[in-house]
């Protein structure tokens, strides 16, 4: 005998062909500018037609086109997040105030990683110009070139020019002429403030661990740790700047590779790392060869990643507004909050800074006048 063909269910021509409007509006009795209306849900309908349609539309499983949607500029707008990583701390947290804003607003949050490619990074942002994103948000540090610099203004130019916003969060304006939104935050003045600490309790001999040569984020830290040596006295020869890269490996083999060479009678007091990361790999080399922190060598670092507290002993470090960061760029974008006094409003140009503060643990230790 036969089988006989199970009848299609509600939905089953969705698996055959794609859905349209207009079978949606065969299938309610009504017209297709109907159907637009109800589901655009601002346009005044009946409640007999509206009915019909959302019935035709889940017996249909008829899902509305997004991206139809953008282009005509009704559907949910859309904030864009471009960074380097989403596994590290400070990017997820600076993707959680993000969402968490957008969400708030009725906006979607779409998240993009680019792993420190930067021409992979400056491609997404054209990428969200095609998307008609209303916001987009460049998280983080670069290394800045003329080539960089250029594209990343043109494509500011273009989203302005779309009614769009490139923010860039967490790093300056490479040129005064883009128009950005730039929220950030006082990252000189943070290690400018944790260098003065370890120069409060007796270190005369730090070493500054992590260099990026022309990166946005890290120059300002080297920045902060030469001026904080300058205002106490000490001049460039007192300067010990070591390691090259961010992140727990470049740490370790920075730290282990010096030490090796001084046979681990290291010359210095203390290291500012150059983020938490790097701590954690210098202090893991450092154990390696006997040395224990802060009885042998004080360790500061900077962000305030959740590893901080978890290391032994509990890091000192700078705290960066991770999340409040976030946030501040999807407001200020939406142009809910003033911008900073002074901003070059003439260029489109606008500039928020959030502060940083010191967030003191167990490991530095106050010298005698005799260990300097």
Known sequence: MAETAPEPGPGAQSAARRVTIRDVADRA?????????????????????????????????????GRA?????????????????????FYAAVAQGVEQEAAARGRLC???????????????????????AEIVILVGGAVEDEPYQARLTEYAHGLAAAGSRLVLCGRPAPRPDMPVLVVEYDNEAGAYAVVSHLLSAGHRRILYLGTMPGHSTVEPRVSGYRRALADHGLGPEHQRIAGVGLGRTHGYTSMRDLLARCQGKPDFTAVFAGDDLVAAGAMAAMREWGLRTPEDI???????????QDLNPPLTTVNIPSYELGRAAV????GEEATTPGAARDTGQTRH?????????????RLGADER
């Open 110 to 132: 779409m998240v993009c990683s680019h792993g420190g490619d930067e021409a992979r990074e400056l491609a997404l942002v054209q990428m969200m110009r095609e998307q008609r």
């Open 331 to 334: 407001r200020l974008a939406l």
């Open 298 to 308: 004080s360790v500061v670092g900077y962000n305030n990643d959740a590893v901080a």
């Open 69 to 89: 949607r953008a282009l005509a500029g009704t559907g949910p707008k859309t904030v864009a997040v471009i960074m380097m990583n989403v596994d590290s701390y």
């Open 353 to 365: 800074m959030l502060g940083t503060h010191i967030v003191l643990r167990e490991s530095v230790r």
């Open 29 to 65: 009795g009504v017209s297709v500018a109907t159907v637009s209306r109800v589901l655009a849900g601002n346009y005044p309908t009946s409640a007999a037609a509206r009915a019909k349609v959302l019935r035709a539309v889940k017996d249909l499983d008829y899902v509305i086109d």
